[in-house]
């Protein structure tokens, strides 16, 4: 059997520090990877760095800035590989993290993606928010992790060591068959940034393909690296990428009934800023919702380019069918094993 080239592409914007601290451990712990640091048009002197310091690395140099989707659209086109690995610059790989993956994804053709457990890097035992040990999403758009729902971050003991089928991996570390990323189109460059990985996961499971978490697989994530939470053009970007993506992918033939009780329920979020204080988070649930209508032509027209649930059945598998928002705030179900209790 031929061995499989696999890539890791690492996304930086002004990431000279975190380059600076996790790039020597991923070129210790990859070997047998082609590794490549692709730029997104830096001010700050970190590809001048990479390409002085480690000559072995692959600088791919992006004209501008257009965000997480475009600036992998543009260089993942330039790289070939089997498998893409994209990095982000914030995460601490460990030995053997990306082999276990491969070798899932290698004895099952039908695999498109995958990601290994995160866990916060400084808080070493608690998963990480952006991935956990695997993400899935409930019926109405709202993502969750095996080891995070909404603000509840659970202590790794092991509960979440199996590998498993989930919905969505995490763009922090994503495993991509190149062949699968193209076929779908990859990301969509109109999202900039966040929810993009839920995007091309559920595009890729409307085509039938698999998902996968394999936790043997461990590496921490910094998170927070180019938007905290708090930022208002994250809360902008989430609201307004969740809308849309739900509007493409969703295979319910009810899907317009979907959005607009989405829409209700962002109204109620926006409101709970406002009583919060939080008057900037409220005025960008208002842009993202005028933003979103103002795309609507051009998801009308992806969701039929695309025809979810029409070409082949799609993979629902890691979908929650409740409503995760009730489970958690009203039925005060905080645990990851507690809203989803049968898989």
Known sequence: MPVPSVAVVILNYNG??????FLPTVLTYSQGTAIIVADNNSSDGSPEFVENTYPSVHVIRNGSNNGYTGGYNAAL??????????????????????QPVIAQMEADSSIAAAQPKLLDFKERQTFEYAGGSGGYLDYYGYPFCRGRVFETLETDRGQYNTVEEIFWASGACMFVRASAFHQAGGFDERYFAHMEEIDLCWRLKNKGYKIYAVPQSLVYHVGGGTLNKQNPRKTFLNFRNNLSTLTKNHTSPFW??????????????????????????????????F?????????????????PGQSVSPNNNGLFRGNVVVAYYLKKKRLFSEVVTKR
């Open 16 to 21: 000279l520090n975190f380059l600076k601290q």
């Open 77 to 98: 086109k330039l790289v070939s590989a089997d498998y893409y690995v994209l990095l982000n610059s914030d995460v601490e790989v460990t030995p053997n993290w990306w």
């Open 256 to 289: 317009m009934c979907i959005v607009f009780y989405r829409l209700l329920l962002d109204g109620v979020a926006g409101l709970k800023f406002l009583s919060a204080g939080q008057v900037a988070l409220f005025w960008q649930v208002i842009r993202a919702h």
């Open 291 to 307: 933003a979103y209508y103002a795309w609507l032509p051009y998801l009308l027209k992806q969701r039929q380019l695309h025809k």
